[in-house]
């Protein structure tokens, strides 16, 4: 492994390796690249996060006081749209994938450094298409476009969002071949499949799902536009199509793009429990194989979403069982992170603080996915709150909270600054709590019946929203705290060194902020283990003392 | 009454005592293993809190016993999850033999209710405690989804094909009903109530209601006024076949294969009569009434067809080849041919 100077700040770092705006917009740098992408989701985020902010104010009230019914239509379908895939999505592959993955795996850059480049592009695109929709007037059909109302009912701009959508999935495409090709061809010498650490385990799995899954939404959105515009009947029975095969098709995507939003968490929270345990990760080839696992198996779980929408009684139980399944793999993750803190030097770093808020909240979130796979309780609370809660436990809760864990994380990596620690842990608590107060009483409200996607409702439920909507306000504050600190430590943070957390990951074995090609030389691993403590233990200065 | 502060719905149908049952069971296996492993994250972030700057962990041994019941006995216990799961669901799904079956049409944004004996509601839905009621559901534009957390059921109506769900009231009272499925503007305006009344009160109410004629009535009405008996006769075979005891056979279909004649396949020999034409008669010569009927004229046709009993004074299925009637069919065990050549959704749910 390589050994930089600590003391000094490196003088060429890929931050000032070239300068200017065309710099940026034409680098093939994945850093850069990183960074370019995590300005665009960063805006997104609050954009998608200011049309939540403007539902949870208009339910404050069981009527309508704020906004029209039609406006709170659009304003879930545009939350929804911006925050699966113009954040979510691209959240941590785009962000943190490609700005880590190549120096984990001791590569100089991606296999196809120029179709990162074009990725971000088509990125753009599709996005510009998308807010375009929206600032012509939205989109009021949900993120999940269904049919025929999609296609024969809504007056609204379907087609401009769908086609954003359309060009935003070739981007995830071309990440997904890239990663892909980056794990097989440009692994550093030594560096065997099972010494990688899961973060890249996790990223290859979810690039399986990137190439395989993607295009099916791309063909199923292409199809809505056609029948939209020319009434080809495909989905809307009056044209003699079925609307019950658009559902097919769209969760077909969209229960595999769960596991997109959420591997990459898992990849992130399993470089983060290791290092700040000082602990190989328990369970590393289980946890490998539970990441294949997850990605094939969330292929067969598609119906679960469609129990009441006119399945047979048999298609819903092997939909039921398969998603029993799947929820094995996520189980065996959840065990192994937790077993790896048993017995370690564990630190309450903020990196460690959002890891363990994950690993809490994933728990509930994959908890209260058993309920739903049993059948019998999901007919009750299908289209109810409770899935609200379910699925932002996994994806804010599970996600959102690993994407900031991840940011703290290799901050120092990325800026070369250290962030505020104390502000920093302050606002993981204020996250921590926020988010639960806005979305435990959601179930609360689906078991007692609540249906989602309403304007107004029964004045029985008020209490409850009321919570909800304080928790969010909450929550915003700490959303909004990093955004600021993080921007200040870049310029007035002090120096971080090349390994702050004295980790074992092959990016740290690198100056930080890195130079313009990762490595001064290529390094060679000469260790025989994933997170190899024990036999690195002179190199980072560590002692055994328990 | 209803507006009152809430964390726990009503409870008044005869599968809902057992959805909360399962419901509390599944809360408290899990927040059990969740305060568990909650636990043991804190006592681990607190026993084993890093002292100095350059401690690191103890090296550990990999278990595989450990790895191997971790991942073992959480599969018991999903599959028994799944098991509870599946059993209640085809509790839920399965009508009894002796429901009244009542029908639903969802349409931007309002519920239109049928009763058997003809009333019509908007919006409300009145049935008897104590007695299982059917309601056959189709949609005239978007999906929407009828559902009633008070009885633990919810169903999607859809466009072009009929669905179907049960329930039985156990509690008089006023209930609410709401759309599930996202239709549209006014989708949170698409609610209603459900009222459920002692025998005696429901009586009086479908006297009051003051029917124009039962549902069945109404569908004998359509069934002269658009010319179907003009071939379709009672007495033998005329151009068309017979309809007198149709409902829930299995027929002949030309071109080989059988299929259940439910609500879907009238429904569809209807608005598209050439899509299965039942086997010995020519195609092409009954109308196609798509456009000409809209859903509750359909509705009230099928009702009167189902209706229409045996022959008088025969008792046997009167042509040849067919299957005798299998009520059992009528939901959830419908044979593989059934569903894959009828397409319908009722049989096959």
Partial sequence: MIEEAVDRPPTKTYLNAEVGIWSWLLTTDHKRIGILYTISITFFFFLGGFFALLMRLELVQPRNWLVSAETYNKLFSMHGIIMVWFFLIPSIPNTLGNFVLPMAVGAKDLAFPKLNLASWYVFMLGAAVTIYAIFRGGVDTGWTFYTPFSTASSTTYVTAAAMGIFINGFSSIMTGINFIATVHRMRAPGLTWYKLPIFVWSHYATSMIFVLATPVLAVTLLMVAVERIFKVGIFDPALGGDPVLFQHLFWFYSHPAVYIMVLPAMAVVSEIVPTFSRKPLFGYKAVCWASIGLATLGFLVWGHHMFVAGMSVYSAMTFSLFSYFVAIPSAIKVFNWTATMHRGAVSWDTPMLYAIGFIGLFTIGGMTGLFLAAIGLDVHVTDTYFVIAHFHYIMVGGTVMAFLGGVHYWWPKISGKLYPEALAKLSALTVFLGFNLTFFPQFVLGYLGMPRRYAAYPEEFQFLNILSTAGASILGVGYILPLVYLLWSWKYGRDAGPNPWKSTGLEWQTSSPPPKHNFEKTPVVTTTVPYPYEEMKEELGLVQTR | ?349
């Avoid at chain 2, 195609?283 to 009230?300: I, K, R, W, Y």
């Fill in chain 2, 1 to 349: 009454m209803m507006t009152r502060l809430r964390f726990w719905p009503d409870s008044a149908s005869s599968v809902s005592g057992e959805v909360n049952f399962f419901f509390i069971f599944m809360v408290v296996l899990c927040t059990s293993v969740a305060i568990a492993i909650a636990a043991f994250l804190i006592y681990c972030a607190v026993r084993y809190r890093r002292k100095h700057e350059n401690e690191m962990g103890r090296p550990v041994r990999y278990i595989y016993s450990v790895e191997i019941a971790w991942t073992v006995i959480p599969f018991f216990f999903f599959m028994g999850m799944f098991a509870w799961g599946a059993k209640l669901y085809f509790d839920i799904e399965r009508p009894p033999d002796n429901a009244i079956t009542m029908y639903a049409v969802g349409k931007q944004w309002m519920w239109k209710v049928q009763h058997p004996g003809g009333q019509r509601e908007i919006n409300e839905l009145h049935l008897p405690i104590g007695r299982p009621v059917k309601l056959v559901m189709i949609s005239q534009d978007v999906i929407h989804s009828f559902y009633v957390p008070a009885f633990r059921t919810k169903q999607d109506a859809l466009p072009g094909r009929y669905t179907s769900t049960w329930f039985e009231a156990t509690t008089p009272g006023k209930y609410h009903l709401f759309c599930a499925e996202y239709c549209g503007a006014k989708h949170s305006g698409m609610i209603g109530w459900i009222y459920a009344m002692t025998p005696g009160d429901y009586q009086t109410w479908l006297t009051e209601g003051a029917p124009e004629g039962s549902l069945a009535s109404q569908g004998e009405k359509y069934f002269h006024q658009f010319g179907c008996a003009n071939c379709h006769h009672f007495e033998g075979q005329g151009r068309a076949p017979n309809l007198r005891d149709l409902y829930g056979r299995r027929i002949e279909v030309a071109g080989g294969g059988n299929v259940l004649a439910d609500e879907s396949y009238i429904r569809e020999s209807i608005l598209n009569p050439n899509a299965k034409v039942a086997y010995g008669f020519e195609p092409n010569v009954m109308p196609n009434f798509t456009g000409q009927l809209d859903e509750q004229q359909v509705l009230a046709l099928v009702s009167y067809i189902k209706a229409l009993g045996p022959q008088p004074g025969t008792q046997e299925p009167s042509s040849p080849g067919t299957a005798p009637k299998e009520y059992g069919q009528e939901k959830g065990i419908a044979g593989p041919g059934a569903s894959s050549i009828s397409g319908s959704h009722v049989g096959a749910r």
